[in-house]
């Protein structure tokens, strides 16, 4: 018997896992009883903002993703593809009939039974929680003490950027004063550039806060939106994120006038992130005003910053890489909670808890996910103890390891990626009889 907790995309998916496995699982879920303040319907596995879930195309992070989580028998693609709606390229879904799909396999599963109620305590027995990023009542201080008090209440990001998408005849390695290894990538900005920067910044558009995200909001020093603190006069920012001491400009033999710098997102250094540069800017906004730093001019944003309500753990430093706790075994996370960003994400995660939870069942190893595959690089994301301030990611291809062999085009090399991808998590499936 398991016991999962939250019928979202991960729960849902972790249950109906479980059970074709026989697995006997109970699915504890508070709605109709309780609802967050973002969820409207009672049905399970419901979508509370956009009804798209992303690209399908074989050459694209989205679609790759999906394609992988449907080698494991993914219910949440197979349910979209049956509610499809006309979205171009992309996946798209009636989000009723989706979410009403879900609801009918769950509760037509014999090895499934669902409880309406909160869960207020640790149940015995393996346990799988995906609770998702809007976690509330009395179930918050269970996850603060299981995690010990590694819980975060809101994003605080910056953006990140694909390396191959920055413009080195205008950015160059080095370290502040030359000490240590030259690990940041800086971009300087000569006075002109930091004034067009400094005026875009300040009047760029914010996203509005929705009233459940403000009520306990503050912004701590440490993790202060770019614009606020830039705000503050048109020199903060030059004794912040983007003072130039101690950094020469290799082209000119200068100190810059202001200097953006960026590190390394993951260890195959394919992604870097804007430090300092936590933003609770519209996208569209965060594209035009970053885009003007000059080195980033043809930037490609894996992810852009955010500042929200969003539930989730430290998960390098609480979970072991198959999602059960480091301090509990027994108990594994799954969803958006530990980490993921994005509706297929999160509905990958509780494949992938799943998997491990039913391993450890059958007294096996836990399963690695190739590193080159989408699941990989996600997980890989969650179990990445070099992180230092861990923070929300989607799949993208920045998380994969670069081919051996350099292709000039994007596409193509997308293609190739993917084509390693499905080859690799397939063949990795058979060996471990993993289905």
């Known amino acids: 018997m398991v016991t999962v907790i939250g019928a979202g995309l991960a729960g849902c998916e972790a249950a109906l896992y479980l059970a074709r496995h026989g697995v006997p699982v109970t699915l504890l879920e508070q709605k109709p009883l309780h609802r967050s303040p973002a969820h409207h319907g009672d049905g399970f596995a419901e979508l509370v903002c956009s009804n798209s879930l992303k690209a399908l195309r074989k050459g694209s992070s989205s679609g790759l993703l999906k394609m992988e989580m449907e080698l494991l028998g993914s219910e949440t693609v197979r349910a979209a593809k049956q509610c499809a709606v006309p979205a171009g390229g992309a996946l798209a879904v009636d989000r009723e009939r989706f979410s009403e799909l879900l609801t009918e396999r769950i509760k037509a599963e014999p090895l499934i039974t669902v409880r309406a109620q909160q869960a207020d305590s640790l149940p015995e027995g393996m346990v799988i929680i995906a609770t998702g990023p809007l976690t509330d009542g009395?179930?918050?201080?269970?996850?603060?003490?299981?995690?010990?008090g590694r819980l975060s209440f809101f994003d605080a990001a910056a953006p990140i950027v694909r390396r191959d998408s920055i413009d080195f005849s205008r950015a160059f390695f080095g370290a502040r004063y030359g000490r240590g290894t030259a690990d940041y990538i800086n971009c300087p900005m000569d006075e002109a550039e930091y004034g067009a920067f400094y005026d875009a910044l300040v009047s760029a558009e914010a996203v509005e806060l929705k009233d459940f995200e403000k009520d306990g909001f503050r912004v701590y020093e440490g993790c202060m939106p770019v614009e606020i603190m830039a705000k503050r006069g048109k020199q903060t920012l030059l004794y912040g994120p983007l003072r130039p001491v101690g950094i020469t400009d290799p082209a000119t033999g200068r100190r810059p006038f202001?200097?953006?710098?960026?590190?390394?997102?993951?260890?195959?250094?394919?992604?870097?992130?804007?430090?300092?540069?936590?933003?609770?800017?519209?996208?569209?906004?965060?594209?035009?005003?970053?885009?003007?730093?000059?080195?980033?001019?043809?930037?490609?944003?894996?992810?852009?910053?955010?500042?929200?309500?969003?539930?989730?753990?430290?998960?390098?430093?609480?979970?072991?890489?198959?999602?059960?706790?480091?301090?509990?075994?027994?108990v594994f996370f799954a969803g958006q909670i530990t980490g993921v960003e994005g509706y297929m994400e999160s509905a990958a995660c509780g494949i992938a808890a799943a998997?491990?939870?039913?391993?450890?069942?059958?007294?096996?190893?836990?399963?690695?996910?190739?590193?080159?595959?989408?699941?990989?690089?996600?997980?890989?994301?969650?179990?990445?103890?070099?992180?230092?301030?861990?923070?929300?990611?989607?799949?993208?291809?920045?998380?994969?390891?670069?081919?051996?062999?350099?292709?000039?085009?994007?596409?193509?090399?997308?293609?190739?990626?993917?084509?390693?991808?499905?080859?690799?998590?397939?063949?990795a499936l058979e060996k471990e009889d993993v289905k």
């Open 355 to 427: 998997v491990q939870c039913l391993r450890k069942i059958k007294g096996l190893s836990p399963f690695v996910f190739p590193a080159d595959t989408m699941f990989g690089g996600l997980m890989g994301h969650i179990a990445n103890d070099a992180t230092g301030d861990f923070q929300p990611m989607g799949s993208n291809m920045g998380l994969l390891p670069p081919l051996e062999t350099r292709i000039k085009g994007k596409q193509e090399r997308y293609e190739l990626l993917a084509d390693r991808a499905l080859a690799s998590l397939s063949a």
């Open 258 to 330: 202001a200097v953006v710098q960026l590190r390394a997102e993951n260890r195959e250094g394919t992604l870097f992130n804007l430090v300092g540069f936590q933003t609770n800017l519209k996208f569209p906004e965060q594209k035009r005003v970053f885009s003007m730093i000059p080195a980033l001019h043809g930037a490609a944003f894996v992810r852009y910053g955010v500042m929200h309500r969003n539930t989730f753990i430290d998960s390098p430093r609480v979970l072991n890489p198959d999602l059960s706790l480091k301090s509990d075994g027994r």
């Open 138 to 148: 009395r179930f918050v201080p269970v996850i603060e003490r299981l995690c010990g």
